[in-house]
């Protein structure tokens, strides 16, 4: 079952280099559309319209919630038969 | 019509499903789509309407209440189950047929429940069902496992049961309603049927027996079990407990927790059994919002999960069926054998992520606006970081690390026709759900002034989306992503499977050591008593030596004189 072939598209290193030039574009576009539209019915005032509000909160959120997550491995990773042994 | 008019919902599947033990192998995983097909169909005839209402004992009860809720409920039941059916017609077991569809029907059943016991018989009805589907795996850890999740789920019943009784004794009824009453605290009955409500609906710290047995389930039984138990807990709070202000507040938890357990779980199974927990918390807290919109939102987006989130086990069902295993530092590359599959789980991932023209935008932004429009900053922060979050374990883990990541060199076939069937129904559900949103939002509760793709919800949703993606790749890049290891990562069930036993196995050998020495001691003293009783009462002995007649005639004269002194006093 084990044999490695050829890498497909996914795996060549420059498809990837273009894959995340793409995503940093996007990204780029999505926060200068914010210059282009103006939130109808803001709830939560300036916050919610604060210049590429979600973007940033997005990029932090998800950083904040993986490091979390490397916290919590250190507190309640246990060895993969934890609860086989002893029995 | 009549007759068809008069049949439970949900019986059909039922009594179908004890009917297939009579046929043969071959044939029963068709009849088992067969009938989940009819039900549907004469579930689809039923009018809004309530029927089988009769006394028993002085109680009156009513089987069947059909109105807007029961019915979409209904519906995507029946969806869930016929994609769940075709995805399981290559299964040549029997007992998993049966059990599969005796659970929808019961699932179906409590749906249209219209009393508090009625619901509680179907209520139990689908947890002795799916137990099977968790025993059917066949190994001891998962017996284990399923005998946990009985004992837990018929606990619920059990509460259930008690506040059924509870509202009997105080207001002569059992009929299903709205337990809250404005500016009051619950009654007894409403807090236990609560808390039975919240065991199903894995309510923080209650949560435990989902990501315990889900993931140790059989490939096909997990699609199943995903689908009713938990959605019919939902169900069950929007009728008792809509509008219930601290449910917002358990919602909020229940969206946050299961998001940071899911970055460090190594077994995929086991990160959508979080991630399914992250998405109820969504719907809690648009339960405990109880306004309009968040009704239609909590309700849009049980359907639209239900779809998306049997999609996902569906391809991870898939490639435990081909490989044997669904742990991330076992799979990877896993594109180029299983092509269809991945994109299967690649739609599946972006609809629960809330990606604009799949399903899970125009129901989780639902409730993200009703938030919103009731100006609960907090809640809406929260949402906004459990999105992040979705996007984090099931939008990019769960795809990237089972099909692309480094190549694991695993070679397999692509999963069995059915199956992709199966993945390929509910995927274009998901994207006729994203796309044809106004066919769900007319079945909704109430009357929908919601516009899902305004520029402001595009575009936010997807900056917030795009630039977590960025900063997943900012994190691998940098190595500061925590890569995938092999290991158990404890959560509440630690507390009963660990510390009790544990509590319970240091008290006995306390009572042991205790018990040893009393008894140690007290054998020490008899053993004393009866040496001495020997050294006296033998020939030797003091007592038991022979005495001289004189000695004797003496010690009685002595007695007799004290006897007649104290006699005198």
């Known amino acids: ?87 | 019509m009549n007759v068809v008019a008069s049949i439970p919902p949900g019986l059909l599947m039922i009594v179908g499903g004890l009917l297939l033990i009579a046929v043969p192998r071959r044939f029963q995983s068709v009849g088992a789509l067969v009938i989940s097909v009819l039900s549907l169909i004469s579930f689809w005839m039923l009018p809004e309407q309530d029927f089988g209402n009769f006394e028993m004992f002085g109680v009156s009860l009513n089987v069947v209440r059909i109105d807007k809720y029961s019915r979409i409920f209904g519906i995507v039941f029946h969806f869930a189950a016929i994609l769940a059916s075709i995805y399981a017609l290559h299964v040549r077991d029997a007992k998993q047929h049966v059990a599969a569809m005796i659970y929808a029907g019961a699932a179906i059943g409590a749906a249209c429940a219209g009393d508090l016991v009625t619901l509680f018989v179907y209520w139990e009805l689908t947890a002795i069902s799916s137990v099977v589907l968790v025993w059917a795996t066949g190994t001891e850890t998962s017996y284990r496992a399923g005998m946990r999740y009985l004992v837990i789920q018929v606990a619920s019943g059990v509460l259930l049961l008690s506040g059924a009784i509870f509202q009997f004794v105080q207001t002569g009824s059992v009929m299903f309603g709205n337990f809250v009453v404005p500016g009051e605290s619950l009654s007894p009955a409403g807090t236990l049927v609560l808390l039975a409500f919240g065991i199903k609906c894995a309510f923080p710290l209650l949560h435990n027996w989902l990501q315990d047995s889900y993931p140790k389930a059989t490939p096909t039984g997990t699609v199943f079990l995903s689908a009713f138990t938990t959605k019919l807990a939902v169900y069950s709070l929007i009728r008792g407990f809509a509008g219930y202000d601290p449910l917002i507040t358990v919602g909020c938890v229940m969206t946050l927790f299961p998001i940071v357990f899911a970055v460090i779980e190594n077994d995929l199974r086991r990160v959508l059994a979080y991630s399914l927990n992250n998405q109820l918390g969504f719907m809690v807290v648009g339960i405990g919002i109880g306004s309009e919109l968040a009704l239609n939102g909590t309700v849009a987006h049980a359907f639209c999960h239900i779809v998306y989130k049997s999609l996902l086990f569906m391809s991870m069902g898939a490639v435990l069926f081909r490989v044997g295993t669904t742990k991330a530092t076992e799979l990877g590359g896993l594109h180029k054998s299983m092509p269809w599959t991945t994109l299967f789980c690649v739609i599946g991932a972006a609809s629960i992520s809330g990606f604009p023209l799949l399903s899970g935008f125009i129901s989780k932004s639902m409730i993200i606006s009703a938030a919103a429009e009731e100006h609960q900053l907090w809640v809406w922060i929260v949402l906004l970081i459990a999105s992040a979050g979705v996007m984090e374990h099931s939008g990019i883990k769960i795809p990237f690390f089972a099909f692309f990541a480094h190549d694991s060199g695993i070679r397999v076939k692509e999963a069995p026709l059915n199956m992709l069937v199966a993945m390929g129904l509910a995927s274009i559900m998901c994207i006729g759900l994203g796309v044809a949103y106004p066919l769900l939002y007319r079945m909704l509760p109430f009357d929908v002034d919601y516009h899902p793709y305004t520029v402001t919800h595009v575009v936010t949703q997807l900056q917030l989306l795009m630039f977590a993606a960025l900063a997943f790749v900012f994190l691998m890049k940098t190595g500061l992503y925590p890569e995938e290891k092999r290991a158990t990562v404890l959560d509440v069930d630690w507390v009963y499977r660990r510390a009790l036993p544990q509590l319970v196995r240091g008290l006995r050998g306390t009572i042991d050591v205790v018990d040893g020495a009393v008894r140690r001691d007290t054998t020490v003293v008899l053993r004393s008593v009866y040496h001495t009783a020997c050294r006296t009462f033998n020939e030797n002995g003091i007592l038991g030596r022979t005495w001289s007649s004189s000695t004797m005639t003496f010690w009685a004269t002595v007695l007799l004189a004290i006897c007649l002194v104290i006699y005198y006093l």
């Open chain 1, 1 to 87: 079952m084990t044999q490695h072939d050829d890498p497909s598209w996914f795996e060549r290193p420059a498809n990837i280099r273009w894959m995340i030039r793409g995503l940093v574009l996007v990204c780029v576009a999505l926060v200068l559309a914010d210059l282009f539209y103006e939130n109808p019915h803001p709830h939560f005032g300036k916050l919610e319209t604060f210049f590429g509000f979600q973007a940033w909160f997005g990029f932090v959120a998800f950083v904040v919630v993986v490091f979390l997550g490397r916290i919590l491995r250190l507190l309640i990773s246990k060895p993969e038969d934890y609860y086989e042994r002893r029995r």
